[in-house]
């Protein structure tokens, strides 16, 4: 069986206003999208913001994100291809050109232009090397888990872990019309795994050196 492998969120960089397309050919433009983004900061735009659906976790780290994952998550989410009540409502209530302009919003949220290069993942345990070994985690998240091999796949080092456990244990359900995710490659690997296996996994990933950020409007600060 050939393996497979894992397709596993203030300032503005100030020279960066539009992005490349992010969203169904669409152009995406920074400004237009902090001009967006009042549905999103109530929970993303809050550090520490916890979610209760379907178990208590944080909501994940989207600032310096890329922005093509971004566009292809809210996309899946309107699609129906991530079963989420809540971020369905949300993404059914986006155009094309609403999803593209967050998207370049969120993906330059708190890049600091000089900023020193990320610190290398330091390798976990024996255990946790063979889990990643396993899931063949770095074929798609690239280098340390934060430079992805296709932007539409998501940096996923320093992500919240209780988040990433929820994440990776969505893509197990089957049959169920308000939790799931229907990614097929995801799903696959994520069912090699038990859900203490995922937890671990989730706090390693959780516990790297990361981009992504929660930055919070001045109102929540």
Do not use: W
Not at 169 to 175: F, P, Q, S, T
Not at 179 to 189: D, E, L, T
């Amino acid at each position: 069986m050939n393996k497979i492998v894992l397709s596993l969120s203030a300032a503005l960089v100030a020279s960066v206003t539009v992005f490349a397309a992010h969203a169904e050919g669409v152009q995406g433009d920074v400004q237009a999208g902090a001009k967006k983004n009042a549905m999103c900061i109530g929970c993303h735009g809050i550090v520490g913001y916890q979610a209760s659906f379907p178990e208590i976790h944080k909501v994940p780290k989207i600032s310096g994100q890329s922005g093509k994952y971004i566009a292809t998550a809210l996309n899946a989410y309107k699609k129906g291809e991530r079963k989420h009540p809540s971020m369905k409502g949300i993404a059914d209530s986006l155009s094309d050109q609403d999803i593209a302009d967050l998207a370049a919003y969120y993906e330059a949220s708190g890049v600091v232009a000089g900023a020193p290069a990320l610190a290398k993942a330091a390798p976990g345990t024996e255990r946790v090397n063979a889990l990643m070994t396993k899931g063949n985690c770095a074929s798609c998240h690239g280098e340390s888990l934060s430079n992805p091999v296709d932007p539409s796949y998501p940096k996923i080092a320093g992500q919240y872990s209780d988040y990433l456990y929820v994440a990776l244990k969505a893509y197990k359900v089957e049959g169920n019309t308000n939790i799931g995710r229907s990614n097929a490659v995801m799903g696959g690997i994520a069912k090699q795994f038990s859900n203490a296996e995922l937890k671990e996994l989730a706090n390693y990933v959780g516990g790297l050196p990361t981009e992504l950020k929660v930055v919070p409007q001045s109102r929540f600060k």
